[in-house]
C-alpha cells in the first residue's frame, strides 16, 4: 500500500515547454486535489476532482489543466510553462464526502527557467 | 473568502519545553480543522483533526484545541524533542464557492534546540 505518490521528484522545465505531473493513489480514494506550495504565500489549492470524470477549479487554475479518467490517476499539465509557475506541488486524497482527513504525496518540485 | 493566520511565524526553544502554537480563521463556519506536520523538503503528515462538534483531540504530546466562535484554534506540544523540529501547519475546508479542498496558514516553523 504505497498511498499517494508522485513523479517527478524533481524537474527542471525552460519557459514554454509542457509537462505533466503525474499523481497515484492506491487507497480507492473519491476526492483528489492539487496543491502548489510557495515561500511567503503557503498552499494553495489549484485543481479538484470528486470522482472520476468529474474536475473543478479551485483558487489558481491558471495556466495548469486537469483531467481525472480513474480513480486511481489525476495528472496535473502545464501547457506551456512560465517562470511564475516554479513551485512545489502536492497531490492530496480525501476517502469521500464523509471522510475530512486528507492524505498528501511527498510533492515535485518544479523549476522554470 | 476564509483566511487562515498563524502565531509566530517561527519559533526557536530549548528542549523538554512546553509550547503553543496559534491558528486563527476567519469564517467561523467550519466543518473541521486539520494540524499537518511538514519537515524540509518533504509532504504534509497529518498530525490531528478536530471536528466542528468537537473542542479537542490528543495524539501523545500532542493536543489541538478548537473554538469556532472565536475563530481560533490551538496545538499543543508537550516536553519537546529535537524530533519535533519541523514547520506545522493548520488548515480548514475550503470556502471559496464550493471547491473541495483545504485552505492553509503559512505555518509556524518550529525549531527544538537540545
Known amino acids: 500500500n504505497a498511498g499517494v505518490t508522485q513523479t517527478p521528484k524533481f524537474q527542471v522545465l525552460k519557459t514554454g515547454q509542457s509537462m505533466t505531473l503525474q499523481c497515484a493513489q492506491d487507497?480507492?480514494?473519491?476526492?483528489m486535489s492539487w496543491y502548489r506550495q510557495d515561500p511567503g504565500m503557503g498552499l494553495r489549492l489549484i485543481h479538484y476532482?470528486?470522482?472520476?470524470?468529474?474536475?473543478d477549479q479551485g483558487e489558481v487554475p491558471n495556466g495548469y489543466n486537469v483531467s481525472r479518467s480513474t480513480t486511481e490517476d489525476f495528472p496535473l499539465r502545464l501547457l506551456s510553462a512560465a517562470p511564475s509557475q516554479t513551485s512545489v506541488y502536492f497531490c492530496a486524497t480525501r476517502r469521500d464526502s464523509n471522510a475530512w482527513a486528507q492524505y498528501f504525496g511527498p510533492g515535485t518540485r518544479l523549476l522554470v527557467l | 473568502k476564509q483566511e487562515v493566520t498563524q502565531i509566530p511565524a517561527a519559533l526557536s526553544v530549548p528542549e523538554g519545553e512546553n509550547l503553543v502554537l496559534n491558528c486563527s480563521f476567519t469564517?467561523?463556519?467550519?466543518?473541521?480543522l486539520q494540524w499537518f506536520r511538514q519537515d524540509p523538503g518533504k509532504g504534509l503528515t497529518s498530525l490531528l483533526l478536530?471536528?466542528?462538534?468537537?473542542r479537542e483531540q490528543t495524539s501523545g504530546r500532542l493536543n489541538a484545541s478548537l473554538d469556532k466562535s472565536s475563530g481560533r484554534s490551538t496545538l499543543y506540544i508537550a516536553a519537546s524533542q529535537p524530533g519535533d523540529s519541523a514547520t506545522y501547519l493548520c488548515?480548514?475546508?475550503?470556502?471559496?464557492?464550493?471547491?473541495?479542498?483545504?485552505?492553509f496558514g503559512k505555518g509556524t516553523h518550529l525549531i527544538i534546540q537540545p
Open positions: 469564517d467561523s463556519a467550519i466543518y473541521n
Open positions: 476532482s470528486v470522482g472520476a470524470g468529474i474536475t
Open positions: 488548515a480548514v475546508p475550503y470556502s471559496g464557492g464550493g471547491a473541495d479542498g483545504l485552505t
Open positions: 478536530i471536528q466542528s462538534s468537537q
Open positions: 487507497m480507492n480514494h473519491e476526492y
